[in-house]
């Protein structure tokens, strides 16, 4: 089977992608490895640049129960500080969020494939790309976008994780007096060995997601209760926060092996890298969805003005290194005893660095690519 193009995935970038190529008359085969959406390893958090996108893809997160977000609170063993976001913001599971962008690619025209795993990609004979999947077909098309995520393709992949990062999901139940604490909150809590995020999401639940390095996760024997029990350890905020909580999965979502901090430098010609495929931010940003939505609103803009993809992808990379060199500088601080001690002191003393820091770390450039690029 031959299309014009082939975009391999059907998470955030991906399905962004088709749907702005197949709203410009372009004929799009969307290939989607899960048969039905389910939750993934993500915090949920969208920034003001995730919901302009998402609006403009046709996305209503009002109608599908996202929790607004209006405040950013740190918290460092017993300190915390909070500040106003900058930015308009809201959290929303991913899996109503992805299950909204798979239905708006069927109606914009994209031909999606569900419950498919692509197994190879190679160029064929006469430049055209060339996917192999699980049941042993095969899909072809001159240009293909890869929007994997996290899961790279024999072929395509991206360094190996140095730091060996393990991230965690959990939903839960808070308490009553804890939700109404936590209310319309994004909170980082800190730890010696990484960070994690709480907010609520949809149905009166709180997604409490964390990343911590593999050597952490072994001192706390490998465990999730026991890794619970020393995160609450060392932020006493996150032990109030849990007290009373009931866990609503039987166990915690994980994955492992994240490349923080990487930008994708080259790439061959035909083939477009978007998403977690073109950049992956460190996660405290919680701009991973707005820079999935971004790379894949500009890459298609670039497959539309027929900028060849291996032009595209370093000037993608050059915008967005200063902002990455940026976040992975403050992970750096996170990560570091001092630091990590007198930040919330510091930021009660000025809260605007706060605001100031979620600000620079958002890796949208406006202006650069109107989201026009995804109108009819
Ligand atoms: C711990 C953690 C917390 C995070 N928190 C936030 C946050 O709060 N806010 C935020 O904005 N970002 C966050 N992110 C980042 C965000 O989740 C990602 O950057 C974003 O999902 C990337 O979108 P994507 O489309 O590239 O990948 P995905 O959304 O993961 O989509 C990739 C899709 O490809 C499919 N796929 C994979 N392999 C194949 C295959 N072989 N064949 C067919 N299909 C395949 C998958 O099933 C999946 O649906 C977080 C990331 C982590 C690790």
């Known amino acids: 089977m031959q299309d014009e193009v082939l975009i391999l995935g059907g998470g955030v970038a991906g399905c962004a992608a088709s749907i702005a190529l197949a709203r410009k008359g372009r004929s799009v085969t969307l290939i989607e490895r899960e048969p039905t959406s389910r939750h993934k390893v993500c915090g949920e958090f969208l920034s003001g640049e995730a919901l302009e996108d998402l609006h403009v893809l046709g996305i209503d997160v009002a109608s599908l129960g996202a929790v607004p977000i209006n405040y950013v609170r740190l918290a460092a063993a017993r300190r915390a500080a909070e500040a106003p976001l900058p930015f308009p913001a809201a959290s929303l599971t991913r899996k109503a969020l992805d299950a909204a962008l798979i239905a708006a690619a069927i109606a914009a025209g994209v031909r999606v494939e569900r419950g498919r795993s692509v197994q190879s990609l190679s160029r064929a004979t006469g430049n055209l790309w060339h996917a192999t999947l699980d049941n042993g077909t095969t899909c072809e098309a001159p240009t293909t976008f890869l929007a994997t995520g996290k899961h790279d393709l024999r072929g395509h992949g991206r360094p190996k994780d140095t730091h060996q990062w393990v991230a965690f999901k959990m939903y839960y139940r808070l308490s009553p007096t804890q939700t109404a604490d936590l209310a319309d909150a994004s909170e980082l809590t800190l730890y010696s060995g990484g960070y994690g995020g709480i907010q609520r999401v949809e149905d009166g639940i709180a997604n409490f997601c964390c990343v911590v390095q593999r050597r952490y996760f072994a001192r706390a024997g490998?465990?999730?209760?026991?890794?619970?029990?020393?995160?609450?350890?060392?932020?006493?905020?996150?032990?109030?926060?849990?007290?009373?909580?009931?866990?609503?999965?039987?166990?915690?979502?994980?994955?492992?092996?994240?490349?923080?901090?990487?930008?994708?430098?080259a790439t061959e010609d035909g083939l477009y890298c978007i998403g977690d495929q073109a950049a992956v931010i460190p996660s405290f940003t919680g701009d991973g969805i707005s820079i999935a939505l971004h790379t894949a609103r500009r890459a298609a803009a670039a497959y539309l003005a027929a900028e060849p993809a291996p032009v595209f992808q370093p000037k993608l990379r050059s915008a967005m290194l200063p902002q990455m060199l940026l976040a992975e500088f403050a992970a750096s601080g996170l990560n570091n005893a001092f630091a990590r001690a007198v930040l919330p002191f510091c930021l009660r003393v000025w809260p605007g660095a706060m605001r100031v820091t979620a600000r620079l770390?958002?890796?949208?450039?406006?202006?650069?690519?109107?989201?026009?690029a995804f109108v009819n």
């Open 222 to 265: 490998l465990r999730w209760e026991g890794l619970l029990a020393k995160m609450q350890q060392d932020c006493p905020h996150l032990a109030m926060r849990l007290d009373g909580a009931e866990p609503l999965l039987d166990k915690p979502i994980t994955i492992t092996h994240i490349p923080y901090g990487y930008l994708r430098r």
């Open 361 to 372: 770390t958002r890796v949208t450039q406006p202006g650069a690519i109107a989201p026009q």
